[in-house]
Structures are given as C-alpha cells and as structure tokens.
C-alpha cells in the first residue's frame, strides 16, 4: 500500500510511510535488547553488514537498495498519479480511506514491533542457535501467520464499524458506504503485508536485501495495470457520484490493490529457497519467549499508537471535507507523499551516514563526537533541503497541476492540491530534523525517550487538528491539517534537541544557527529569484498542463541554480558535500 500516512519510522524504509514501500534492515551490530525501554538500535534504513554469505558487500547491498528505493519511489509515484486519474477526488477520497485501515492497523499488530524488537532477535538467534536460528524462525513465522490470519478475519468482519467511524458524521451515507466496499477487499492486505514483512526480515537477517527492495516494485506494477484495466472497460470516474460506483467498479480496483500485495508477498517466496531458508509449519509460541517480547515492544506500541491515532483524526476530518473541489484525503496524502520523498532522498541519506558513527561513538561513550555528527547532519540536512522546501512553496500549483491532473482528477482539485503542497514546504525540513534528532536517540538507546517525547508532541498535533477543523472551512482543512503537521515536526526536533543537550552535552547549536543564517539567506534569494521567472513566464497563477510544466522546468531550474550559486557565496561549507551525496545517491 504505496503512500500511506505517518508509518512510524521501525516500520519504513527509505523514509517511505507505506507498508510495501521497501526492504527491513537490520541493526548494524545486531545486538539484542537489554531491557524494556532500551531496545536495539532500529533497522530500517542502516547499511547491510551481509549476515550471511548471500549478502555480498555493504557497498553492493547499499547500491542495490539505493537503485531498488529510486525505481520505487518512481513508479509508486506513478501508480497514485493513476489512481488520481482514473478515480478521481471524489471517489478517490474514499479509495484513500479505505487504503488507510490496513497500514493503521498493521503497524499497531507488527511494525513497529517488528524492527525494533523481532529483528534483533531474529538475529541473536542466528548467532546463538547450532542450527543458525533455523527452528526459532519457522516457529515464529507460523505464529505471526496464524496471528495475521485471525486479526484480519476479525478486522474484516467489523469493517462496517471501522468505516463508520473513520469516515467522521459529515460524510454522506453513500460515501460511508462506498469506502466500507473498498474495505471489504483492501483489509485483507493487512495479512499479505505481515507475511511479506515477516520474509523480508528473515531474507535481510541471512544477508539478502535485492528481494525485499524490488519486490513493492510488483505491486506497484499490478496496480498500475489495475487501473489501466478499469479505464479501458468503464472509462474515468469523473462526473460520478459514491452511489454510482457499480459493484463491478469496486471490485476491479480494490481487488486490484489487494492482488497487488499478494503479488508482493508471493514474489519473495524464492528469494527463500536461494537464501537455503525452509519454510516448514511448526506451531510452538510458548517456545518464542512472547513475555520477553511483550516487554520489549511496550514503548514501541505507545509510540506507534499515538501516529495512528493520529491518522485516524486526520483521515476522519478530511472524509468531511470530500467533494466540492475540495483538497481531502487524496489530495492530503499526494502531498505527503512528495515530502517525504524529499525526506527519502535527502534526509535518510544523512541518516544512513551518520547513524553507525553516532552508534560507535554512543557505545564508547565519546558523547563529544555523537554531538558533532548530530550538528553535522542537521547542517547537510538543512543545506540539501532548503530549495526544494523553496521549490515546493513557490511552485505548488505548478507542480501539483503537472503531476496530477488529468483524467478524473479536475484542474480544481490539482489546484486545491497546490495550496496544500504550498504549506508542506514548511514541513519538509523541520520532518527532516526531527528524524535525525530521533536517530540521535537510537544510537544512544533512547527508543524509551522517542516515545516519550513522541506521545506528547502526537497528542498536541491532534489537537491542532480538532482545533483548525472547527477553525478552517472545508475548502482549507487539507492545508490546516499539514500545518498542524509542520508545527509538531518543529516542536518534536526543538523538545528532541534540549533533551539531547542535556544527555550528552553541547550540540554546536551556535555553529548549527550561524550556517542555517546563512542557508536561509539563500533560500530567500532563490525564492525572489523563483517568483520572478515565474511572473515572467506564460500561465500565472493559473497555469494549463503545459504552462505548468514550463514554469516547474524553467522557474524551478532557476531556484535551484541561484540557490547553489548563492550558497557558494555566501561559503556555505556543506554545500559541496550535499552536491556529491545526491549524485552519489542518484548515481547508484
């Protein structure tokens, strides 16, 4: 389920918040947790060590995610343009919806759980075990199978009740209903997402990480042609209304959806064979030590609990603003989608970088260089995102209209998308920094700290939301949403940091401001530079397809150039290594 909202970072890969999204990786050490609150460092998006002889180098397995996340990212783009297209606002909202419930609900069954705490295991296992931790992981595999099993039938089955209560009382009934038949089809993706986690883990724990990256690419490829399916036998879905939808309709691009993470799954299957993994039923929980796992995932589970909580509101107060043009729940998570693809590209990078120094430097208690890699990071981090974040404010509509109209996704709703996108680039850095602020505090195994800064900050961005739905009209309430997003992304890194000064001392923050000083100087100018071309160039504020494009090509170009040029003057010393990381990363 490409693109779902706010799945917790254990869960993610490459920064990407939906469950087919990529591989689990594992801690670079794989050392077991110790005690409740003080788990193992987190696995996604740390470098391969190759834990067993398929892995290969880290250089190789490095070069093989980086080129599987970018072929993702790309086509996952492309599969949720389609779904825009083909669906519309309208019923795309509810398409939306419904796509939410499984992601939710996975993560509070396995996500977080998984890479924060069964990884580690797995891999103790492996190294303890005479037989490599073979037994421990087919017991546990067959417990998490049967779990799945029984939750999804359970989640099915009160698929009503959850819709209901998701879609928020503004909704009309043939809406509610409209998203309760996408979910009869789509919530069983909770069990192939499991099951296709659950492998990826074991593949990653015996040193193969090719599979898990390219296998969401499958998915991708079945939705895509789901919907080029429905467009040839019933045309877009433009002009029509939920009670429209036929049956015939909603089973074709659910089932498509669902038949997509099926395809995920089945499409790891011989990546088991080739690892010499054997897949045999052995039911045996008593044997998996759950009470220690239990113990371990508490802090995981509050943390996790809070994000989706926080879905639930916002999806529910962007079901009663669908419709009239309005940006809602489609539009929302398009919108997120291009920030954390910024965050993806950028930010993990940094992360990826600098979390085994952190690690290292935590574990000897050389807290000094845990600070100076910190500060570094928020420095390259800023430095790299600064003009996209410039990018996405002074061409939102550009780039939403270039990227999503057509089809039964109107003018009106890439517009309406625009405005939301606008609001993001506040978002873009301040998500960033928090990440690595977090990061921070799982070299230092801090995941206790995480949550307890995490809840709090959770809790008063779901007020934020009540608060501005009641404030904002419909029209505005996709925007109102991102900002109460971008102002707990803020108050996240800023609670984060004065935690982390006081647990391992100065930060360098007086070095950190005077660089951000200056990489806010030239973002200014950029953005100056940025609105000129664009009064300058055909379409103005209400550009067609084409103009769009224009002004996103030339206009951004421009951001980008004045942006580099101006940081050089102004001697911006991390500029030259933000240039040489994103080749780097473009180039693998």
Not at 449 to 457: E, H, M, R, Y
Request: aromatic fraction near 6%; glycine fraction near 12%.
């Amino acid at each position: 389920m490409s693109g779902g909202l706010y799945r917790s970072a254990h869960a993610a890969s490459d920064g990407d918040p939906g469950p087919s999204d990529g591989a689990i990786l594992i801690s670079v050490d794989g050392s077991a947790p110790t005690a409740a609150g003080d788990e193992a460092l987190p696995p996604e998006d740390v470098p391969p060590t190759g834990g067993g002889t398929e892995g290969g180098s880290t250089a190789g397995n490095s070069a093989i995610m980086a080129a599987g996340s970018l072929v993702s990212r790309i086509i996952g783009f492309v599969r949720n343009m389609l779904i825009g297209m083909t669906l519309g606002a309208g019923i795309g909202d509810a398409y939306t919806s419904a796509q939410f419930l499984p992601g939710q609900i996975y993560e509070l069954l396995l996500g977080g759980i998984l890479s924060s705490v069964l990884i580690p295991l797995l891999v103790r296992r492996r190294k303890a075990d005479p037989d490599g931790g073979l037994l421990f992981t087919q017991r546990l595999l067959t417990f998490a199978v049967v779990t799945l099993g029984v939750a999804t039938a359970l989640v099915v089955t009160a698929a009503p009740v959850i819709t209901a209560i998701q879609s928020g009382d503004g909704t009309t009934p043939a809406y509610r209903d409209l998203v309760t038949a996408f979910a009869w089809l789509i919530l069983p993706i909770i069990f192939f997402t499991g099951l296709s986690a659950m492998i990826s883990a074991v593949l990653n724990v015996r040193g193969h990480f090719a599979a898990p990256m390219w296998a969401p690419i499958l998915n991708n490829l079945v939705v895509i042609a789901t919907c080029g399916v429905f467009i040839v036998v019933f045309g877009t879905t433009k002009g029509l209304r939920p009670e429209d939808m036929t049956p015939g309709r909603i089973a074709l691009i659910a089932g498509g959806t669902l038949l997509g993470m099926v395809a995920q799954a089945l499409g790891l299957l011989p990546a088991l064979r080739k690892v010499g993994f054997a897949w045999k039923w052995r039911w045996a929980p008593r044997s998996l030590g759950l009470g220690e796992v239990g113990r371990l995932a508490g802090w995981m589970l509050c943390y996790v609990g809070a994000n989706q909580l926080a879905v639930f509101v916002v999806v529910r107060v962007l079901n009663s603003a669908s419709g009239k043009n309005n940006a809602s729940v489609l539009a929302f998570n398009n919108v997120y989608l291009l920030t954390m693809m910024a965050h993806g590209i950028i930010g993990v990078s940094v992360m990826t970088a600098l979390l085994p120094k952190m690690s290292a430097a935590a574990a000897e208690g050389r807290y000094a260089d845990v600070s100076a890699d910190l500060s570094r990071g928020i420095r390259l981090t800023v430095t790299a995102l600064a003009p996209i974040a410039v990018a996405y404010g002074v061409l939102g509509v550009p780039i939403a209209v270039t990227l999503f109209q057509g089809g039964a996704f109107t003018y009106e709703d890439a517009f309406a998308t625009g405005t939301v996108l606008v609001v993001a680039a506040f978002a873009v850095i301040p998500l960033s920094v928090s990440y690595l602020c977090t990061y921070a505090f799982y070299s230092l195994q801090g995941n206790k700290t995480v949550a307890l800064i995490n809840v709090p900050v959770v809790l008063l961005r779901i007020a934020g939301y009540v608060v501005l739905a009641e404030v904002l009209s419909k029209s505005m309430a996709a925007a109102g949403m991102t900002a109460a997003n971008a102002v707990s992304y803020l108050l996240s890194a800023i609670i984060s940091l004065a935690v982390l000064r006081r647990r391992i001392g100065r930060l360098n923050l007086a070095s950190v401001a005077g660089a951000l000083l200056k990489v806010l100087l030239a973002a200014v100018v950029a953005g100056a530079a940025g609105l000129l071309v664009l009064h300058l160039l055909p379409g103005g504020d209400t550009p067609g397809r084409l103009t769009a494009a224009l002004q996103v090509v030339v206009a951004g170009g421009t951001i980008m150039v004045v942006y580099l040029v101006t940081a050089a003057l102004l001697r911006v010393r991390e500029i030259n290594q933000v240039v040489g990381m994103v080749r780097r990363k473009l180039g693998r």
